[in-house]
């Protein structure tokens, strides 16, 4: 069973968010799930017929900004990540669909995933485990070669340039995370420059916060994957209380996005034995 539905955040922002039931079960275990910066939900169809199938809750949450959780006047947007750890993230958590399950594990794509990291580590939710999925540092020195490094540099640079002289990103024009308002950019280029999080307007030192996060934690690195490699994981990881890490060996070509609808079962297996021996004990 699927079906859609809105949630009134923190400061009265619609925030849109699907449910996928799987057959059978009286109270499954649930997973919450963050999509990647300016990718919608509806992305990731594939994926969560996979885990509905395995009998697995999916209530997938639609980030500001993407068809199901609008904005209007995506300049005048200034939410950022905090806003999405603070109030959108806490009223997904109070649903009766996430608070009545038996178990309720945050998973989260890429930037969903620092997001599901940085929410647990802040204390504004409490998921019994944590899995993100292509998400690592997209600090410039993670990657492999001087010329990687520099166009990382560079590329960062260019973005904040951008978005500073437009007041939003315009994503849609030069291919990567789609229209976003300027707080987002700016807490996703402050990590892409020092490696560290640091939000804006919000005081909370969410980096001693993630050194000692304690809840059960997996982060998958993706074969193929051309934006975050296993070392940017690595260190995101390392930041995290030594978070555990897997790599996902992929049969087919796949990249940091195409994962979702081309092998969605080969990326969600690993998340349920991870989870089968987590329950296990």
Not at 28 to 41: D, K, N, Q, T
Not at 110 to 127: D, K, N, R, Y
Not at 197 to 224: C, N, Q, S, V, W
Not at 238 to 258: G, I, P, W, Y
Request: glycine share 10%; net charge positive.
């Amino acid at each position: 069973m699927r079906r859609t539905a809105v949630a009134l955040a923190g400061d009265g922002h619609s925030i849109g968010y699907e449910v996928r039931e799987p057959a059978g079960a009286e109270r499954p275990p649930a997973i919450v799930f963050l999509p990647a910066l300016g990718v919608p939900l509806s992305y990731y169809d594939r994926l969560f017929d996979v885990w509905a199938g395995d009998g697995r809750r999916v209530v997938g949450v639609e980030h500001r900004g993407q068809p199901m959780s609008p904005i209007t006047g995506i300049r005048r947007g200034r939410f950022g990540y905090s806003d999405m750890i603070r109030r959108d993230l806490p009223v997904v958590f109070e649903l009766s669909e996430v608070r009545d399950a038996a178990q309720v594990v945050l998973v989260g794509h890429s930037m969903g995933g620092a997001l599901a990291l940085l929410s647990a580590a802040a204390g504004t939710v409490a998921p019994d485990a944590i899995v993100t999925i292509a998400t690592g540092t997209s600090w410039c020195s993670a990657e492999f070669g001087a010329r990687r490094r520099v166009q990382r540099y560079v590329g960062t640079r260019t973005v904040r340039a951008i978005t500073r002289t437009l007041g939003y990103w315009p994503g849609h024009v030069f291919g990567f995370a789609g229209r976003q308002p300027s707080t987002v950019m700016r807490d996703w280029a402050y990590e892409a420059s020092h490696g560290q999080f640091r939000l804006h307007r919000d005081p909370f030192d969410y980096e001693a916060a993630l050194a000692k996060l304690d809840t059960p934690r997996l982060m998958l690195g993706i074969d193929g994957d051309d934006l975050i490699n296993p070392r940017a994981v690595a260190l995101l990881a390392k930041r995290a209380a030594n978070a555990s890490r897997l790599q996902v060996r992929m049969t087919d070509e796949v990249n940091h996005f195409s994962w979702a609808r081309r092998a969605p079962a080969e990326v969600a297996a690993p998340i349920d034995r991870w989870l089968t021996t987590l329950e296990s004990h």
